[in-house]
């Protein structure tokens, strides 16, 4: 009796141990779960007035905008791209660029009309939509630095896209051949929807420069796994 009841307990014990190296022979052999990106917040990360892109808002916005500041007596410029989704070659339609700017005088300048909620913005300030080829441009005039500082002239663009809940920053816009843009202020610029370094072109009296946008570039908590 007692021997058969110490191997029945040894044969018991067997089968467990043995189950349990199955399980886990199974378990090391399963694929590793592919990796995801998990968001951790609104993409494009904390973005201060972020909403200040509604205030004015358009029904209908068109791909060409003229800003507001176009009649300053300042160098007009044309600011013109393509906006790509992620992968730099799709075009993206139906994406829309709000973009504010400070005047001639580096001031985010105030006037007669402007919606008291967004005066920190000045009233140089517009909207684009993508068109089906992906394509934008907007007319307007060369910002000046803000009077006193070492900050390179800039235009500030925020992107809504239809699929995002929420509108994100991308590397402002500036001008190559601005002394303010340093090497060192260069080397911190963050690339957010690729360089917003313009080159521009004069032609007759309009400087041109080509600015294309790709989605999702070096956007925090872009939902997607293929961030660069
Ligand atoms: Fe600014």
Redesign the pocket.
């Known amino acids: 009796m007692y021997p058969i009841k110490t191997l029945t307990w040894f044969l018991l014990l067997s089968m467990i141990f043995s189950s349990c190296q199955d399980q886990q022979q199974v378990a090391s052999q399963s694929p590793e779960p592919t990796p995801s990106f998990r968001s951790t917040g609104p993409v494009g990360g904390p973005f201060e007035n972020g909403d200040f892109y509604l205030i004015g808002l358009p029904e209908h916005i068109p791909p060409v905008d003229t800003s507001p500041g176009w009649d300053q007596p300042g160098q007009r410029l044309l600011i013109q791209g393509t906006i790509y989704h992620q992968d730099g070659q799709t075009p993206a339609p139906g994406v829309v660029m709000y973009y504010y700017h400070?005047d001639i005088q580096g001031v985010y300048a105030n006037r007669e009309g402007l919606d008291p909620q967004v005066v920190r913005h000045g009233y140089i300030r517009g909207w684009v939509q993508s068109d089906d080829n992906g394509h934008y441009a907007i007319y307007t005039v060369c910002p000046g630095p803000y009077p006193g500082t070492d900050f390179p002239a800039?235009i500030?663009p925020a992107i809504k896209e239809p699929d995002i809940e929420n509108a994100y920053y991308i590397d402002?816009f500036v001008f190559d051949d601005d002394p303010l843009l340093t090497p060192e202020k260069r080397s911190e610029m963050e690339n957010r929807g690729g360089s917003g370094i313009l080159t521009c072109i004069q032609r007759e009296d309009l400087l041109v420069a080509d600015r294309d946008i790709i989605l999702g570039r070096n956007i925090p908590n872009y939902p997607t796994s293929a961030r660069d």
């Open positions: 400070t800039h500030h402002e």
